[in-house]
């Protein structure tokens, strides 16, 4: 039997002061305890190499 998954990307964007990472733990942790496990990130640059947004790729099982 195969498994099937469903996937979601979240994006979090650069602040006043940086990337809140606190906020994106609290973010993952909350996905993590509704089956969400992160598989990936993407981290685009601008410029001069510089990053103004991350994304993670999460996915879970379905059924």
Not at 26 to 55: D, F, K, M, Y
């Amino acid at each position: 039997m195969t498994a099937t998954f469903e996937h979601k990307v979240l994006k979090f964007g650069w602040g006043w002061k940086g990337f809140d990472y606190a906020a994106v733990e609290r973010e993952l942790n909350e996905l993590g305890a509704h089956g969400w496990e992160t598989v990936g990130t993407i981290v685009p640059s601008v410029g001069a190499g510089q990053s103004i947004e991350i994304g993670v790729v999460l996915k879970r099982t379905v059924g």
